[in-house]
C-alpha cells in the first residue's frame, strides 16, 4: 500500500524567513502533486511534477521531485502572511487516484 | 469556465439513514474523483469515475457508492449512515491524463448527528 509522508506537519514562520516541507512516498511513481487548502475551503492545485529532476517555481514557492529518493520538497522563500495554509503533497499511481499526505499547517508570523 | 459544482454544501443526517451527494465536474473533464476528509483520517480516496465506469476504488465499505452520468456528472450515495462518516467530501475533476492535476469542488460537509 502506498504511503506518502509529510514532515513537518506543523510549521510556525516569522515573516521573511525560508523552509522547506518534505514529502516522503513509499512507491515508485513519477507524478506528484502539491495543493494548498485554506481553512474552510477546498483544495487549489500549486505543482504538478512529472518526472525525475522537475522543478516547478510560482513565486515565493518552489517544488522539486526526486523520483529516485522518492522524495518532493516545497521551498518557500522570504515567507509572507499570505501563504499561511495547509500544504499537501500527493502521488498519483493511477489516473483519478491520488494518495494524499497528511498535510502540512503553514502560519507565517509577523 | 465554471469550476467543480458540489451540492448540497452542508448536510446534517441521523445514524442510519443515507445521504446522496452530487458533482457537477469542468466541462470537458470525465474523470472524477471522491475523497473523504476528516481530522483523523486525512484525505482519503473513495473511487474515481471515467465514462460512466468506476475505474479506481479505495478502502471505504460497501455502504459508499457512488455512479457517474452520461454528462460526466457524479453522485456519490452513503446508506446507514454511522456517526464516523461525519467528514468532508470532496469532489476532484481532471481531464484524464496522468499529467494533469485535479481540480477540487468546495466539498460537502456531512454531520451525522
Known amino acids: 500500500e502506498l504511503k506518502v509522508e509529510q514532515n513537518p506537519l506543523f510549521l510556525s514562520m516569522q515573516e521573511g524567513k525560508n523552509y522547506t516541507i518534505y514529502c516522503n512516498y513509499s512507491t515508485t511513481s513519477d507524478r506528484l502533486y502539491w495543493y494548498r487548502q485554506d481553512p474552510g475551503k477546498s483544495l487549489e492545485s500549486l505543482f504538478v511534477l512529472l518526472s525525475n529532476g522537475a522543478v516547478k517555481q510560482e513565486g515565493r514557492l518552489m517544488a522539486s521531485l526526486d523520483t529516485k529518493a522518492r522524495l518532493s520538497t516545497l521551498h518557500i522563500t522570504a515567507a509572507v502572511h499570505d501563504l499561511s495554509a495547509t500544504y499537501f503533497c500527493?502521488?498519483?499511481?493511477?489516473?483519478?487516484?491520488?494518495?494524499f499526505g497528511d498535510g502540512t499547517t503553514l502560519t507565517v508570523k509577523p | 469556465k465554471a469550476g467543480v459544482t458540489q451540492t448540497p454544501r452542508y448536510l446534517i443526517k441521523t445514524r442510519g439513514q443515507q445521504v446522496t451527494l452530487s458533482c457537477s465536474p469542468i466541462?470537458?473533464?470525465?474523470?472524477v474523483s471522491w475523497y473523504q476528509q476528516t481530522p483523523g483520517q486525512g484525505l482519503q480516496f473513495l473511487f474515481e469515475?471515467?465514462?460512466?465506469?468506476?475505474?479506481n476504488k479505495g478502502n471505504f465499505p460497501g455502504r459508499f457508492s457512488g455512479r457517474q452520468f452520461s454528462n460526466s456528472r457524479s453522485e456519490m450515495n452513503v446508506s446507514t449512515l454511522e456517526l464516523g462518516d461525519s467528514a468532508l467530501y470532496l469532489c476532484?475533476?481532471?481531464?484524464?491524463?496522468?499529467?494533469?492535476?485535479?481540480?477540487f469542488g468546495d466539498g460537502t460537509r456531512l454531520s451525522i448527528l
Open positions: 500527493a502521488v498519483n499511481t493511477n489516473a483519478g487516484k491520488s494518495t
Open positions: 476532484a475533476s481532471s481531464l484524464d491524463a496522468a499529467n494533469q492535476p485535479q481540480h
Open positions: 469515475y471515467f465514462s460512466e465506469t468506476q475505474r
Open positions: 466541462s470537458g473533464h470525465r474523470s
